[in-house]
C-alpha cells in the first residue's frame, strides 16, 4: 500500500516554461514534506521542504504548494533549465518516527 | 571529500553468498539511516542509527539484514545468505541533527547489490 504517490513517471517540459511536479499521500499523519532531486549514479539531493503549518514554501525558482485537504503537494520550477532534468522524489514523513516515506519519483526531462 | 561515502559502489553476489556493505557518514553527523532502493522505486527505509543506538530497526526485511554502528561513525549494513530479491541499491544518509522533522537528509552515491 503506497502511501506516497507519484502518479507521472515522466514529465518533459520546454526550457523556461515552468515544470509542475505533482505527489499525493494517503497518511493523514504526515507533517513534513521534501523534495529531492536525483542524478544517474549519484544520490538523492535535498531541494526544498515544508512543514504541514504551511501551504507554501519558495526557494528561489523552487516552490512547494501543500494542501492537506487534498492531501495533495505540488513542486513548481520556474523557469525551468536544462539541468533541472533529473529524477525527482517526493517523501514524508510523521513526528512519531524516524522514517522518511518516499514516493516512486518522475523523471523530468527540459527540452532545450 | 567531505560527503557520505560509501563502499563498494558495485557489488556482485552469488545467492547464498554474505556482503557487507559501508558508509562513512559525513564527520559529526550524529544521525545516521540506511536505504533500500529497488529498481524504479523510490527509497525504503531500512534503519536508523542516533550516534552508536540502533534506535529503529523496523524496515530491515529479515533477519538476515544486520547493520552496525559501533563507534557513532561507520556504518556496516550485512546481509547473509543474499537472496535474489536483494538485489537493489543500498542507500546510507547522515544528517547533524537528531530531532524527527528537521530537514534534509545527505545521501551517499549508494551501493548496487546484484545476486545471481
Known amino acids: 500500500d503506497q502511501q506516497v504517490k507519484q502518479n507521472s513517471p515522466s514529465l518533459s517540459v520546454q526550457e523556461g516554461r515552468i515544470s509542475i511536479l505533482n505527489c499525493d499521500y494517503t497518511?493523514?499523519?504526515?507533517?513534513?514534506f521534501l523534495w529531492y532531486k536525483k542524478y544517474p549514479a549519484e544520490g538523492p539531493t535535498f531541494l526544498i521542504s515544508?512543514?504541514?503549518i504551511k501551504d507554501k514554501n519558495e526557494d528561489g525558482r523552487f516552490t512547494v504548494f501543500l494542501n492537506k485537504s487534498a492531501k495533495h503537494l505540488s513542486l513548481h520550477i520556474v523557469p525551468s533549465q536544462p539541468g533541472d532534468s533529473a529524477v525527482y522524489f517526493c517523501?514524508?514523513?510523521?513526528?512519531?518516527?524516524?522514517?522518511?516515506?518516499w514516493g516512486a519519483g518522475t523523471k523530468l526531462i527540459i527540452k532545450p | 571529500g567531505a560527503g557520505v561515502s560509501q563502499s563498494p559502489r558495485y557489488k556482485v553476489a552469488k545467492r547464498g553468498q554474505d556482503v557487507a556493505l559501508r558508509c562513512d557518514p559525513i564527520?559529526?553527523?550524529?544521525?545516521l539511516f540506511w536505504y533500500q532502493q529497488a529498481l524504479g522505486q523510490g527509497p525504503e527505509f531500512l534503519t536508523y542509527?542516533?550516534?552508536?543506538?540502533?534506535?529503529?530497526k523496523s524496515g530491515l526485511p529479515s533477519d538476515r539484514f544486520f547493520a552496525e554502528r559501533p563507534e557513532g561513525s561507520v556504518s556496516t549494513l550485512k546481509i547473509q545468505r543474499t537472496q535474489q530479491e536483494d538485489s537493489a541499491v543500498y542507500l546510507c544518509?547522515?544528517?547533524?541533527?537528531?530531532?524527527?522533522?528537521?530537514?534534509?537528509?545527505?545521501f551517499g552515491e549508494g551501493s548496487r547489490l546484484t545476486v545471481l
Open positions: 517523501a514524508a514523513s510523521m513526528d512519531s518516527n524516524y522514517q522518511l516515506i
Open positions: 497518511n493523514s499523519m504526515f507533517d513534513y
Open positions: 515544508i512543514s504541514s
Open positions: 542509527f542516533q550516534n552508536e543506538a540502533q534506535l529503529d
Open positions: 564527520s559529526g553527523h550524529v544521525s
Open positions: 544518509a547522515s544528517s547533524p541533527w537528531t530531532l524527527r522533522n528537521t530537514g534534509e537528509l545527505f
